[in-house]
């Protein structure tokens, strides 16, 4: 489907939606009117905007996924193909729904509430099978993990792996993952109330070769099975919505370690991009660029 480019160093598999996202002094009430400070409509889907991310930190990157045949998924399409991402592994999936969501944002809490329309399970073409297998880096979300990991079964060779454990993924376990990326909250959901570095050691008993997981403001942990262990800082910025942030983490964290960046600068950078990416009210339209986000990066 669409364009393609001759090289794609990083697929990214899963959910792509068409969000609409209103911002508001609070949530109303039962039956209350209220008027928006902004509405917006933009492309979300964590692994779609991961990919969005990296394309516009310079790192070039493909998305495989699936849309409905409606105006919504015209729309979804055409906002990865404005940021440059291949989309030559999407597909059209005829008389469905394209995922959509709305969400609103309370201004006064810093807290968003989100209703969803669930996207088409990707159809995995010959054409996103090869990108998945040809990638430098595969990333998937809670919707990529189940079709790309029996991709990988049957394949006698595999990219190196990571996978968005921000939502639940039915019968998931980190096993031989290259990059675990959860919230600390999502392992606290996992393995029971913890002290973080035990929550990371207990994803790498679980298989995981390196986890790293986000804890909003306050940055990222990492740790690896050769006995790594790192902490980054949050970056300070004027938030106006953090929604999408954990997914832009990701695809700056892919792109730092396709840079070959050491694991510590990797967690650095991506908490930066990720931070500056809160001063819009989408999860897309305050990206910043590679060259923008490094004046920042101590």
Not at 37 to 59: C, D, F, K, Q, S
Not at 116 to 145: K, M, Y
Not at 187 to 206: C, I, K, S, T
Not at 278 to 295: F, M, N, Q, W, Y
Request: charged share 20%.
């Amino acid at each position: 489907m669409g364009q393609s480019t001759p090289e794609v160093p990083v697929t990214f598999v899963g959910a792509a939606t068409l969000d609409g996202i209103a911002l508001v002094p609070q949530f109303p009430q039962p039956d209350e009117r209220l008027v928006a400070e902004e509405i917006a409509y933009a492309g979300g889907g964590p692994a779609a905007t991961a990919a969005v991310a990296a394309a516009r930190l310079g790192v070039a990157a493909g998305f495989v996924g699936a849309v409905g045949d409606d105006a919504e998924g015209k729309q979804i399409v055409d906002g990865l193909l404005d940021e440059g991402v291949d989309i030559s592994g999407m597909t059209v999936v005829s008389g469905r729904r394209s995922g959509a969501s709305i969400v609103v944002v309370d201004r006064g809490r810093g807290t968003r509430a989100i209703c969803n329309r669930p996207v088409p399970r990707p159809e995995l073409s010959a054409e996103a099978t090869a990108r998945i297998l040809d990638a430098e880096w595969v990333h998937v979300d809670h919707v990529g993990w189940a079709p790309v990991s029996d991709v990988l079964a049957r394949a006698g060779r595999r990219p190196p792996l990571s996978v968005d454990g921000g939502n639940p993924i039915p019968g998931f376990t980190p096993k031989d993952v290259d990059l675990y990326a959860p919230t600390l909250d999502a392992l606290v959901r996992e393995y029971g109330e913890q002290r973080p570095e035990e929550l990371l050691a207990a994803a790498l008993a679980a298989g995981a070769r390196c986890v790293v997981a986000t804890r909003g403001a306050e940055g990222s942990l990492a740790a690896t099975r050769d006995g790594e262990r790192y902490e980054a800082a949050g970056f300070p910025t004027d938030v106006l919505s953090t929604l999408g942030a954990g997914d832009v983490f990701h695809g700056a964290l892919v792109a730092a370690l396709v840079r070959a960046l050491p694991l510590p600068a990797c967690l650095s950078y991506a908490n930066v991009v990720a931070a500056l990416s809160c001063r819009g009210l989408d999860g897309r339209s305050a990206i910043p660029t590679h060259v923008e986000a490094t004046k920042h990066v101590p």
